[in-house]
């Protein structure tokens, strides 16, 4: 069907001859095919990478800008969980609702939830309907960003 030639000064060209039209047709559009996709595919990379990275810095933004102190000095009011995520603090809940030790056990293993004792000296730094994230002023976890429930601080 296709048969390699060699050009006019004697060296392996990568041309080809071609038995009829059709096929030199169908072999160009074929390249020009694969062509596009490999464009298509760096462009969607770049796309997808830049996008990325926006969504860092706009994420990293975000979250420098809720870490400004909302209430200062306050302290917990008992012995109570806090959780390094709003998910963490969902699952603690949950299981203590259960009275699932073993659940409570493997998330304060893992270090997803710590005890924060009464009389706990913290910065809210931002604050919801039904939790607060915090900044630990005094004690073990002093410097710290935890999420608690908004019932345990006053």
């Known amino acids: 069907m296709w048969k ?3 050009s ?5 060209s990568p041309r080809f001859l071609f038995v009829d039209k059709f096929e030199q047709d169908l072999y160009y559009k074929l390249n020009k095919l ?3 996709k490999q464009i298509i ?3 969607g990379m770049v796309l997808l990478t830049s996008f990325n990275a926006s969504s860092e810095t706009t994420k990293t933004n975000k979250e420098t800008a809720t870490n400004t102190t909302v209430m200062a000095n306050s302290s917990i009011t008992t012995d109570c969980f806090a959780a390094v995520s709003k998910e963490m603090l969902d699952e603690v809940t ?4 259960k009275k699932n030790s073993d659940a409570i056990k493997a998330l304060i293993a893992r270090g997803y939830v710590v ?4 009389g706990t000296q913290v910065n809210v730094v931002n604050t919801g309907l039904a939790v607060k994230k915090i900044q630990v002023l005094s004690g ?8 608690i429930a ?4 006053r």
């Open 8 to 12: 006019d000064i004697g060296e392996f």
């Open 34 to 36: 694969k062509i596009m």
């Open 140 to 147: 073990s976890y002093k410097g710290e960003y935890f999420y």
């Open 150 to 153: 908004s019932e345990f601080v």
């Open 94 to 97: 949950r299981a203590s609702i």
């Open 115 to 118: 005890i924060l004792k009464k």
């Open 4 to 6: 390699t030639a060699e």
């Open 41 to 43: 595919l760096i462009l």
